[in-house]
């Protein structure tokens, strides 16, 4: 059995994606920082030293696990099928949103773990950094369920089959005589985008 396939290889032959390891490692860093953040401000507000070497140790977790994630993402990037251009577009920011937000998280997570780095512009820091992978969160949904990326073609509307239309409009679909919907106009079509 074939473990990765390659870009071009028919999803439905039972080998499994290189693009498919980014969405399975995504969430530990996200559970992990946004609850050690949220973990972090409840031992702040209640003195609780205990808990906030927990949210750090959390947060070291989540900067691993980040990393990870990171290196599935490229691998992504540069082997996933079609997708529209909004979320070609939307890649760039999401990549570098999440980027950003794992190296202030390591950088928070370094000063933690200093004997004075618990301070207020630590925190800030650190929410700064949950908003980030929030935001990078957020744009990766929108890349697979707006932009279908990495999406079976076979399992898109038809104007997402043949690849992204670098900003075309879709048409709706066309009444056929008789007033029966029909086939969906569209541009002439182009070769999927491959990075």
């Known amino acids: 059995m074939v473990l990765l396939a390659d870009a071009g ?33 409840y031992a702040w507000r209640r003195g609780r030293t205990d808990l906030a070497r927990t949210a750090t140790a959390l947060m070291g977790a989540g900067v691993v696990t980040g990393l990870v994630a990171v290196a599935t993402g490229l691998l992504a990037f540069f082997t996933v099928r079609a997708h529209t251009s909004m979320a070609h577009d939307q890649m760039y920011w999401h990549l570098g949103l999440n980027a950003v937000a794992i190296v202030l998280f390591a950088a928070v997570f370094f000063l ?58 879709v048409m709706p679909p066309k009444p056929e005589p008789g007033g029966q919907p029909g086939g969906v106009e569209k541009p002439a079509p182009k070769a999927p985008h491959e990075h």
């Open 9 to 41: 290889a028919d999803p439905s032959g039972g080998m499994f994606p290189p693009w498919e390891f980014h969405p399975a490692t995504v969430h530990f860093p996200i559970a992990f920082l946004l609850g050690a953040v949220a973990l972090d401000l």
């Open 112 to 169: 933690r773990r200093r004997p004075a780095g618990s301070g207020t512009g630590v925190r800030i820091a650190g929410l700064l950094a949950a908003a980030l992978i929030a935001a990078g969160g957020f744009l990766g949904g929108r890349i697979v369920y707006r932009g279908g990326a990495g999406v079976d073609p076979q399992l898109l509307a038809p104007e997402l089959r043949g690849g992204h239309g670098h900003g075309e409009p």
